[in-house]
């Protein structure tokens, strides 16, 4: 039986209509599934987190690899339909299925990798949490995700870029990755309008000048104004701040060149404002 005819079958058998607006979109596709796990170099000594389990079928393929499989999902029918399909791999411990939010439960500690196909719906608070806190464990070693494209195209944005912004300056303070294959819509069901990319991503083990939650204060601050200079962004932001901001304003300009637009700076400019404006206790 094909894997959309699998899905189809049980959708009927289960009383299931899936919901897009959920980010219920599953791969029709083996192969891919297969392909996800090849790439993220899992083996039997892994511990795996995936992030919305759906009825399994990536599940399954890394319990081929991995050691163990903590998975995420919070739909009740969903979830009563993988129980169905896994019953064994559940029994034997070798899949914890968590059956909660995942933007809400907290995350194994002793994960390896990350390996999930996520609901689009809430990709961007979900990527956020992921990188502030898997991507910092020692032990933890990448991530393999298929995500929008549009999203990845915001994602991996460069300095200088249109789509350069606070999403893509969190990603690079901890990560770096790589497009690995565009998905077309075509493999999926309920076929989505856009297509998307399957990606790998792995920890970016740099020392840092500020730790992220003053780096994040940071970018919210300044990319409120991505195409302005950096100067009269930040003198705008100081004089709110401080009767001194003359002065400030000076120091800064010693380690930051102020004449760039926010949309230029990279991640060492915007983690030496963050330093300066941490140890001038502004934020």
């Given at each position: 039986m094909s894997l959309l005819a699998e899905?189809?079958?049980?959708?009927?058998?289960?009383?299931?209509?899936?919901?897009?607006?959920?980010?219920?979109?599953?791969?029709?596709?083996?192969?891919?599934?297969?392909?996800?796990?090849?790439?993220?170099?899992?083996s039997s000594n892994d511990y795996v987190l995936e992030i919305g389990a759906g009825f399994g079928f990536l599940t399954e393929e890394i319990a081929k690899?991995?050691?163990?499989?903590?998975?995420?999902?919070?739909?009740?029918?969903i979830i009563e339909v993988f129980r169905f399909?896994?019953?064994?791999?559940?029994?034997?411990?070798?899949?914890?299925?968590?059956?909660?939010?995942?933007?809400?439960?907290?995350?194994?500690t002793e994960i390896d990798y990350l390996i999930s196909?996520?609901?689009?719906?809430?990709?961007?608070?979900?990527i956020i949490r992921i990188l502030r806190e898997l991507f910092p464990l020692e032990r933890f070693r990448g991530a393999v995700m298929i995500l929008q494209r549009e999203y990845v195209r915001k994602l991996f944005a460069k300095p200088g870029s249109k789509y350069w912004g606070r999403l893509p300056a969190a990603f690079r303070y901890f990560?770096?990755?790589?497009?690995?294959?565009?998905?077309?819509?075509?493999?999926?069901?309920?076929?989505?309008?856009?297509?998307?990319?399957?990606?790998?991503?792995?920890p970016d083990r740099k020392q840092h000048l500020?730790?992220?939650?003053?780096?994040?204060?940071?970018?919210?601050?300044?990319?409120q104004s991505a195409n302005k200079k950096v100067r009269r962004v930040m003198?705008?932001?100081?004089?709110?701040?401080?009767?001194?901001?003359?002065?400030?304003?000076?120091?800064?300009?010693?380690?930051i060149n102020l004449e760039k637009r926010?949309?230029?700076?990279?991640?060492?400019?915007?983690?030496?404002?963050?330093?300066?404006?941490r140890e001038k206790e502004i934020i």
């Amino acid at each position: 039986m094909s894997l959309l005819a699998e899905i189809q079958h049980l959708c009927q058998l289960f009383d299931i209509r899936l919901k897009p607006e959920k980010g219920q979109h599953f791969i029709i596709s083996r192969r891919i599934l297969q392909l996800e796990v090849e790439i993220s170099g899992v083996s039997s000594n892994d511990y795996v987190l995936e992030i919305g389990a759906g009825f399994g079928f990536l599940t399954e393929e890394i319990a081929k690899k991995a050691n163990k499989v903590f998975t995420i999902e919070v739909d009740t029918k969903i979830i009563e339909v993988f129980r169905f399909r896994l019953q064994r791999l559940l029994a034997s411990g070798k899949i914890i299925l968590i059956e909660d939010d995942a933007l809400k439960v907290p995350f194994p500690t002793e994960i390896d990798y990350l390996i999930s196909n996520p609901p689009y719906h809430i990709i961007s608070p979900l990527i956020i949490r992921i990188l502030r806190e898997l991507f910092p464990l020692e032990r933890f070693r990448g991530a393999v995700m298929i995500l929008q494209r549009e999203y990845v195209r915001k994602l991996f944005a460069k300095p200088g870029s249109k789509y350069w912004g606070r999403l893509p300056a969190a990603f690079r303070y901890f990560a770096k990755g790589k497009i690995i294959k565009v998905i077309p819509a075509k493999v999926f069901f309920p076929r989505p309008e856009v297509d998307s990319v399957l990606v790998k991503i792995w920890p970016d083990r740099k020392q840092h000048l500020v730790d992220f939650s003053t780096y994040e204060k940071t970018t919210q601050i300044i990319f409120q104004s991505a195409n302005k200079k950096v100067r009269r962004v930040m003198k705008d932001f100081l004089r709110q701040k401080t009767h001194s901001w003359r002065s400030l304003l000076t120091q800064l300009s010693q380690s930051i060149n102020l004449e760039k637009r926010v949309r230029e700076l990279t991640v060492e400019d915007l983690e030496k404002i963050a330093f300066f404006l941490r140890e001038k206790e502004i934020i």
